[in-house]
């Protein structure tokens, strides 16, 4: 199905950052729900493990949607998640919670197509 997710959602794109853009309900709904599913899973995974150190925000939307990540972390607030605004706004690489969060919020680039590369590497054992 091509007209599903975001898109579907949105009426708009398939493009966060399209989404992002847009003023329109129905933008501003696949956004919420979007952060939602995020919330969601990363609390499942934090119920699972009985705790995390941090928070750790990478790829796309990780590293360049600024609104995202302080959406998912205020969802945290709970336990102690301090999102630290100046940092958040302007860190491309590093710590976006302040010194005293008890849960750490990071930021860490990653090299996507290297990742892929070295999956179906090692999926289909090649050296």
């Known amino acids: ?3 599903s997710g975001l898109l579907g959602l ?5 493009d966060m950052r399209d989404v992002r853009e847009s003023d329109s309900k129905r933008a501003k ?7 939602n599913r995020i919330i969601r899973y ?3 995974y934090i119920a699972e493990m009985g705790g995390v150190d941090a928070i750790i925000f990478t790829a796309g939307i990780g590293e360049h949607d600024t609104g995202v990540r302080k959406a998912v972390l205020d969802a945290f ?3 102690s998640v301090v999102v ?4 958040n ?10 010194t005293d969060s008890k849960v750490a919020g990071m930021v860490i ?3 996507e197509e290297l990742m892929i590369e070295r999956d179906v590497v090692r999926l289909t054992n090649i050296d």
């Not at 709904?29 to 952060?35: E, P, T």
């Not at 630290?84 to 940092?87: G, H, M, Q």
């Open 1 to 3: 199905n091509n007209k």
């Open 10 to 14: 949105s009426g708009i794109s398939p």
């Open 29 to 35: 709904l696949a956004r919420k729900i979007f952060i």
């Open 42 to 44: 990363v609390g499942a």
């Open 77 to 79: 607030a709970y336990m």
């Open 84 to 87: 630290d605004n100046e940092a």
């Open 89 to 98: 706004e302007s860190v491309s690489e590093g710590l976006i919670t302040k």
């Open 109 to 111: 680039p990653t090299n």
